[in-house]
């Protein structure tokens, strides 16, 4: 996989809490348009394939991505919906790439959160026969999962809350972010309780927006810029669906899944050699054990490598530079922008939360009860 | 199209209208230990898991990770496809992305669906524009009836067609012990049926089933250590439009540019077929009802417009004839919407192995055409062959 797949150009919307002036094809065309504009290319003569993620639930609607081909100039043309995470649909875009079958290919994602009750479409994804009736939703399954990481590894809540503290901050110094805020830990930890010990702050708030970027083949990403980001490996892997089947202070298929990605990239040591991470938090907690998940410390010691400051705007790996999750980005679109920001900061285009000289970076996306699945790209300059 | 991957096991649960002693999770099991068992491998021989269905009929949000206890992809990586009706055969497309491009060496392909747990035509019901269409239109039926009316109109067809093309597809899934509806009707039967929405009578429309198919993809090195009757993709091509788009331009008149023809004349023109009904011998066609055969047989670019219905008059298109449609039954008999499209895939393979038993049809086999459909008028086609050599 190294350097055969480039991506040329992403954009975003910016993330608001609702957009009730935009139908939903008109998130992807405000994205599509600024995408096509920063490639410098045909929308209609150079894109040969659009892969777009989005989710029928959360739209409403039975194919979901029957608006998409409208505003991309779809006609005629090769088109196909991933109903995971955006993360996936960009590792299958650049699998288009990858056999040959196409040059040139547009990759979008979108989800209004706003227009639905999300709560009830976790519960549905939940399963039906022995648990769905319990009531269980995301954040009900994630205090268990944080309680247990608790117990298990002697984590604090004072620990997911500095997460929270780095990431509100961050996103002071990010355009798109939807909530940024310079809070203490002690804010977060007075905040409104959900299910503890998830407190409202400690949760992803519910967000609209899109996403979209170009991807190319090596001769092609050359052509349209001087700043192409590779994509270098690239893993994905699933977890058990019940609960008690997992262990849920530890996250086996991110481990298997970044493995497979930076033996791809030839990465030996990931916290050395990778310049900055940006991962899917849904909630603070999941921060921490993602960073373990993805080999950049032991397992149980998130805690510990947050106290260290490493994963800071200044430290030694910044994490979420952008603001994460946390900062408002909806679900589906979550994947994919934690690839866009990744993309913009190889190329040296993150303004204020740049982290010099940036070099290799990890995205990260994940879906499904208590991160049941994950994404896992390494991208290069 | 130079990657080799080949199709090395198949797997089907029987189709009926109602399971209630199976979960979806054993439902969908069954076809993948079928589909192992075909391939002479375990799970552990697989690297990724393609799952396909269309959420809102059963419900169920990111069933790729709500199966995944039943699916064998725990540990593995995997994509879960949802496209309409073509995401049977979307899904196929992308188990042949993951080999051809080198990520994984075998793929599970999993298409289901389970219609008897949730409204399916309130379902179809929201794929229309909310804001302006969706109040006039109902389910699949209303644009399944309008691209019927237009091909009886434009090509000058007879309604009896109809009657004829159904009563051959209720002789095929009669063979077919995997079918849902296996009743034999004569073409008296299908006609006097009641009419639902003109022209389509209520033996012309297609079932709600539920039921699974499974696959095993391998890349070339692997499938021949598999199997000894692997059956090559040599080619597909996905032709999707925008919303009402495809619909309007297989109704709209002048000069024919649908979605069909477009990737027909790709898949004819980039393998060197001249005369596509001789140098391919059978086709397993999406088809949701009975006047979809000669409408697509002319818009695929198989043989000149108007001139479809007179050859299936005399034949052509029977389990016997010299171009056989669907002898498994086909849709209009078997129609679990997110196996529709992997069913016609595993069909058209098992016609290649000569593995499909009674419903094999009578001629040799070397070459043969899968389609899905869906969307609004959207198209997947795959041409599949038994020797690449």
């Given at each position: 996989m190294p350097d055969r797949v480039g991506i040329v150009a992403a954009a975003m919307t910016k993330f608001e809490a609702a957009k009730p002036w935009q139908h939903l094809a008109e998130l992807v065309l405000e994205v599509t348009d600024k995408v096509v504009e920063a490639a410098g290319i045909s929308l209609q003569k150079d894109v040969e394939s659009i892969v777009s993620c989005s989710q029928d639930h959360w739209d409403g609607r039975t194919i979901s991505s029957m608006p998409i081909p409208d505003v991309t100039c779809g006609h005629l043309k090769d088109e196909s919906k991933v109903a995971d995470d955006g993360a996936y649909a960009v590792l299958y875009g650049a699998m288009h790439i990858l056999s040959g079958d196409h040059k040139l290919v547009l990759v979008v994602s979108h989800c209004a959160e706003s227009h639905t009750d999300g709560t009830i479409i976790e519960n549905w994804s939940i399963d039906h026969i022995f648990t769905r009736m319990l009531g269980l939703d995301y954040t009900l399954a994630a205090a268990m999962q944080a309680r247990r990481y608790m117990d298990k590894y002697g984590i604090t809540p004072e620990q997911f809350a500095k997460v929270v503290v780095k990431n509100k901050g961050n996103a002071k110094k990010n355009p798109y972010a939807q909530d940024s805020a310079t809070l203490s830990v002690i804010d977060v930890l007075k905040s409104q309780m959900l299910a503890d010990p998830i407190t409202v702050m400690d949760r992803k708030p519910v967000s609209d927006g899109a996403c979209a970027m170009i991807l190319a083949t090596e001769e092609i990403a050359k052509k349209l810029t001087d700043k192409p980001v590779w994509i270098k490996g690239a893993g994905n892997c699933y977890d058990p669906h019940f609960l008690g089947d997992r262990e849920l202070a530890d996250c086996d298929a991110l481990e298997t899944a970044s493995k497979k990605a930076y033996k791809m990239a030839g990465i030996k040591n990931p916290v050395k050699e990778i310049d900055v991470v940006e991962l899917s938090e849904y909630y603070s907690y999941q921060e921490l054990l993602w960073t373990e998940g993805l080999g950049l410390c032991k397992r149980g010691e998130g805690g510990k490598f947050i106290d260290s400051g490493k994963t800071q705007l200044n430290g030694d790996i910044p994490v979420n530079p952008s603001g994460g999750l946390l900062s408002g980005i909806p679900i589906t679109v979550a994947g994919m922008s934690r690839v866009a920001e990744a993309v913009w900061q190889l190329q040296g285009r993150s303004g204020e939360r740049q982290i010099p000289g940036a070099k290799l970076a990890v995205a990260h996306g994940c879906g499904g009860i208590c991160g049941q699945m994950h994404c896992v790209l390494v991208l290069g300059n | 199209m130079s990657h080799r991957v080949a199709i090395t096991g198949i797997g089907q649960t029987r189709h009926s209208g109602r399971r209630p002693y199976h979960n979806d999770g054993e439902m969908i099991h069954e076809a993948v230990s079928l589909a192992l068992a075909d391939a002479d491998i375990s799970i552990k021989d697989i690297d990724t898991v393609i799952i396909g269905n269309m959420d809102l009929f059963e419900g169920h949000y990111l069933n790729d990770a709500m199966l995944a206890d039943y699916s064998g992809s725990i540990g593995k990586s995997g994509f879960k496809m949802n496209t309409g009706g073509t995401v049977g055969t979307m899904e196929v497309i992308t188990a042949w992305y993951n080999i051809a491009s080198g990520q994984s060496d075998t793929v599970l392909v999993i298409g289901w669906e389970k219609h008897d747990e949730g409204p399916v035509t309130s379902a179809i019901t929201t794929i229309y524009e909310p804001a302006y269409t969706r109040w006039f239109s109902v389910g699949a039926l209303s644009g399944l009836a309008l691209l019927s009316d237009d091909y009886l109109r434009r090509a000058n067809c007879p309604m009896e067609i109809g009657g004829i093309v159904r009563s051959y597809m209720s002789e095929n899934a009669s063979r077919n012990p995997n079918a849902h509806l296996r009743e034999k009707y004569t073409v008296q039967d299908v006609m006097n049926a009641r009419m639902v929405l003109y022209p389509l009578t209520l033996l012309m429309i297609c079932p709600t089933s539920l039921g699974a198919c499974a696959m095993v993809l391998a890349k070339e090195s692997k499938a021949k250590k598999m199997t000894k009757k692997p059956v090559w993709i040599k080619d597909h091509v996905t032709v999707h439009a925008e919303e009402g788009g495809g619909l309007f331009d297989a109704l709209s008149g002048g000069p024919r540019r649908t979605t069909e023809t477009e990737a027909g004349k790709t898949i004819l023109k980039r393998n060197h077929i001249t005369k596509p009904l001789e140098e391919i011998q059978l086709f397993e066609m999406y088809d949701p009802c009975p006047f979809f055969h000669p409408f697509f047989l002319e818009d695929f670019q198989l043989c000149p417009e108007g001139e479809a219905w007179k050859l299936i008059e005399k034949g052509?298109?029977?389990?016997?004839?010299s171009f056989p449609i669907s002898p498994s039954g086909g849709v209009m008999c078997t129609n679990a919407i997110g196996d529709s499209g992997t069913l016609r895939v595993a069909e058209a393979a098992l016609q290649l192995r000569e593995d499909a038993g009674e419903h094999q049809v009578t001629r040799k086999v070397t070459q043969a055409l899968a389609s899905g459909f869906g969307g609004s008028n959207w198209t997947d086609l795959f041409l599949l062959t038994n020797s690449l050599d």
């Amino acid at each position: 996989m190294p350097d055969r797949v480039g991506i040329v150009a992403a954009a975003m919307t910016k993330f608001e809490a609702a957009k009730p002036w935009q139908h939903l094809a008109e998130l992807v065309l405000e994205v599509t348009d600024k995408v096509v504009e920063a490639a410098g290319i045909s929308l209609q003569k150079d894109v040969e394939s659009i892969v777009s993620c989005s989710q029928d639930h959360w739209d409403g609607r039975t194919i979901s991505s029957m608006p998409i081909p409208d505003v991309t100039c779809g006609h005629l043309k090769d088109e196909s919906k991933v109903a995971d995470d955006g993360a996936y649909a960009v590792l299958y875009g650049a699998m288009h790439i990858l056999s040959g079958d196409h040059k040139l290919v547009l990759v979008v994602s979108h989800c209004a959160e706003s227009h639905t009750d999300g709560t009830i479409i976790e519960n549905w994804s939940i399963d039906h026969i022995f648990t769905r009736m319990l009531g269980l939703d995301y954040t009900l399954a994630a205090a268990m999962q944080a309680r247990r990481y608790m117990d298990k590894y002697g984590i604090t809540p004072e620990q997911f809350a500095k997460v929270v503290v780095k990431n509100k901050g961050n996103a002071k110094k990010n355009p798109y972010a939807q909530d940024s805020a310079t809070l203490s830990v002690i804010d977060v930890l007075k905040s409104q309780m959900l299910a503890d010990p998830i407190t409202v702050m400690d949760r992803k708030p519910v967000s609209d927006g899109a996403c979209a970027m170009i991807l190319a083949t090596e001769e092609i990403a050359k052509k349209l810029t001087d700043k192409p980001v590779w994509i270098k490996g690239a893993g994905n892997c699933y977890d058990p669906h019940f609960l008690g089947d997992r262990e849920l202070a530890d996250c086996d298929a991110l481990e298997t899944a970044s493995k497979k990605a930076y033996k791809m990239a030839g990465i030996k040591n990931p916290v050395k050699e990778i310049d900055v991470v940006e991962l899917s938090e849904y909630y603070s907690y999941q921060e921490l054990l993602w960073t373990e998940g993805l080999g950049l410390c032991k397992r149980g010691e998130g805690g510990k490598f947050i106290d260290s400051g490493k994963t800071q705007l200044n430290g030694d790996i910044p994490v979420n530079p952008s603001g994460g999750l946390l900062s408002g980005i909806p679900i589906t679109v979550a994947g994919m922008s934690r690839v866009a920001e990744a993309v913009w900061q190889l190329q040296g285009r993150s303004g204020e939360r740049q982290i010099p000289g940036a070099k290799l970076a990890v995205a990260h996306g994940c879906g499904g009860i208590c991160g049941q699945m994950h994404c896992v790209l390494v991208l290069g300059n | 199209m130079s990657h080799r991957v080949a199709i090395t096991g198949i797997g089907q649960t029987r189709h009926s209208g109602r399971r209630p002693y199976h979960n979806d999770g054993e439902m969908i099991h069954e076809a993948v230990s079928l589909a192992l068992a075909d391939a002479d491998i375990s799970i552990k021989d697989i690297d990724t898991v393609i799952i396909g269905n269309m959420d809102l009929f059963e419900g169920h949000y990111l069933n790729d990770a709500m199966l995944a206890d039943y699916s064998g992809s725990i540990g593995k990586s995997g994509f879960k496809m949802n496209t309409g009706g073509t995401v049977g055969t979307m899904e196929v497309i992308t188990a042949w992305y993951n080999i051809a491009s080198g990520q994984s060496d075998t793929v599970l392909v999993i298409g289901w669906e389970k219609h008897d747990e949730g409204p399916v035509t309130s379902a179809i019901t929201t794929i229309y524009e909310p804001a302006y269409t969706r109040w006039f239109s109902v389910g699949a039926l209303s644009g399944l009836a309008l691209l019927s009316d237009d091909y009886l109109r434009r090509a000058n067809c007879p309604m009896e067609i109809g009657g004829i093309v159904r009563s051959y597809m209720s002789e095929n899934a009669s063979r077919n012990p995997n079918a849902h509806l296996r009743e034999k009707y004569t073409v008296q039967d299908v006609m006097n049926a009641r009419m639902v929405l003109y022209p389509l009578t209520l033996l012309m429309i297609c079932p709600t089933s539920l039921g699974a198919c499974a696959m095993v993809l391998a890349k070339e090195s692997k499938a021949k250590k598999m199997t000894k009757k692997p059956v090559w993709i040599k080619d597909h091509v996905t032709v999707h439009a925008e919303e009402g788009g495809g619909l309007f331009d297989a109704l709209s008149g002048g000069p024919r540019r649908t979605t069909e023809t477009e990737a027909g004349k790709t898949i004819l023109k980039r393998n060197h077929i001249t005369k596509p009904l001789e140098e391919i011998q059978l086709f397993e066609m999406y088809d949701p009802c009975p006047f979809f055969h000669p409408f697509f047989l002319e818009d695929f670019q198989l043989c000149p417009e108007g001139e479809a219905w007179k050859l299936i008059e005399k034949g052509l298109t029977s389990r016997e004839g010299s171009f056989p449609i669907s002898p498994s039954g086909g849709v209009m008999c078997t129609n679990a919407i997110g196996d529709s499209g992997t069913l016609r895939v595993a069909e058209a393979a098992l016609q290649l192995r000569e593995d499909a038993g009674e419903h094999q049809v009578t001629r040799k086999v070397t070459q043969a055409l899968a389609s899905g459909f869906g969307g609004s008028n959207w198209t997947d086609l795959f041409l599949l062959t038994n020797s690449l050599d």
